[in-house]
């Protein structure tokens, strides 16, 4: 109770009150374990409504949304022609209709050689089931591991997206443990197989981090992986930032992924940007995925029939035809942001992300005590930019998430009005 006391107090100090009393209004399930997803969870709730306020949403410098401006990353044409299911004249292709609940069988095979080849991999179609977005897959992965297990904790390692979390409060216990910013909010396999009881059904967290972009070294998540499994433990993770990479080696797990506790969440919004879509993958073992009358498929099946068959043809076709100088014209706006940021004096640190579309950094201001203060003071300018205390760190460390896959010219605006802020 004290923890939540002192939160609150800061909100109380960085908010109007008309704010603050929004943030503490926002209805979530019961939960009485963890104070630190509460709180980032309604931050976050807060922070998005006022950026998407229909009075100001069309007018705002988007450095906060966590995706894409429309027009940014030109679409190779291959991508155009099987986006649709239609011929450029008019007539349609063989059309699924309704589909399979797991998912084409084609479109699973496809996925299933496209991790292969990433990831030196031997999965099959029956390790694969299509969803609608990572947060649907997330949560209904959340009901089959909890269902009659409602006594069993989640761990979250944050910071982390809680939001799609959600349905994880009013399934089981909910604990949280946060890695501090002098490790980059990368995890070690210390920090999180230190922190596992015996309540614990399942550890989940985003690799690359979300909001840090850092990938987690592989040879972290085979030993947490491993010493998981040993422990009867699921682990879950959440991919949706791997895209973009701005590495020199691409990312690879191998083989050992395929562990029978480790559960894989990933989704086209970032990758491919076609978050509208709102189609996603589960990688797990079998027994998870299930068919038509048990496991994960089953219960898609149960809730909304199939899932969006809409881009069958993409996958199929064009998975594997990822457009590389996508990362270039991410890379670029990367480093112009970075060279921007470190610019203003307040601004202490500027984290460099490994992935995605975003980064963090840190900043010192007389005025702005607390990052939440700061994004209020930015939205009121019209420009956006995420508090990381809406992932679960905490607001007086004073750390923002910018999203950098915009313009040149709405990167250099939105840097400049925060840098004026700053210099207050």
């Not at 422990?231 to 973009?244: M, T």
């Not at 989704?267 to 068919?291: M, N, P, Q």
């Amino acid at each position: 109770m004290p923890l939540l006391y002192t939160k609150i107090r800061t909100l109380s100090r960085v908010c109007n009150k008309r704010d603050f009393y929004a943030i503490l209004r926002v209805k979530m399930a019961s939960n009485k374990q963890d104070k630190t997803a509460k709180l980032a969870y309604k931050t976050f709730r807060y922070v998005l409504d006022r950026i998407y306020d229909p009075k100001i949403q069309n007018r705002v410098i988007r450095l906060g949304g966590g995706y894409p401006v429309p027009g940014l990353l030109p679409l190779p044409k291959s991508f155009t022609e099987n986006l649709t299911h239609y011929y450029s004249t008019g007539g349609q292709k063989e059309r699924p209709g309704y589909d399979s609940e797991g998912g084409n069988i084609l479109v699973r095979q496809a996925i299933a050689r496209y991790e292969n080849r990433k990831h030196k991999t031997n999965y099959t179609p029956e390790n694969v089931a299509l969803v609608a977005g990572a947060t649907y897959g997330t949560n209904r992965i959340l009901e089959i591991l909890f269902r009659n297990n409602s006594e069993k904790e989640v761990l979250a390692v944050a910071p982390t997206f809680y939001k799609g979390l959600y349905r994880a409060f009013s399934l089981c216990k909910f604990r949280s443990i946060v890695i501090p910013a002098n490790q980059n909010f990368v995890p070690t396999a210390n920090n999180i197989l230190s922190q596992v009881s015996k309540k614990t059904r399942v550890v989940f967290f985003c690799n690359p981090g979300n909001p840090s972009g850092k990938y987690i070294p592989q040879s972290e998540i085979k030993k947490i992986a491993e010493n998981l499994n040993r422990l009867g433990v699921f682990l879950i993770i959440d991919e949706v930032q791997d895209a973009f990479s701005f590495l020199k080696k691409d990312y690879r797990y191998g083989n050992w992924i395929r562990s029978a506790n480790v559960i894989r969440i990933r989704s086209v919004s970032k990758l491919f940007t076609l978050a509208e879509f709102r189609l996603g993958y589960v990688i797990a073992d079998k027994k998870i995925i299930g068919d038509n009358h048990r496991g994960l498929i089953e219960l898609v099946g149960y809730d909304i029939g199939n899932p969006p068959p809409v881009l069958n043809y993409f996958f199929i076709n064009t998975l594997a035809d990822y457009p590389k100088q996508w990362d270039k014209i991410m890379a670029r706006r990367k480093n112009l942001a970075m060279k921007l940021l470190k610019q203003i004096p307040a601004v202490k640190k500027v984290l460099e992300p490994d992935a995605c579309f975003n980064l963090t950094f840190k900043f010192s201001s007389w005025k702005f005590k607390t990052d939440l203060s700061l994004f209020n003071a930015l939205i009121d300018k019209k420009v956006a930019m995420m508090p990381v205390s809406g992932f679960g760190y905490d607001t007086k460390e004073c750390w923002m998430r910018l999203t950098f896959a915009s313009p040149d010219h709405m990167i250099k605006k939105g840097v400049e009005v925060l840098s004026r802020l700053l210099k207050r």
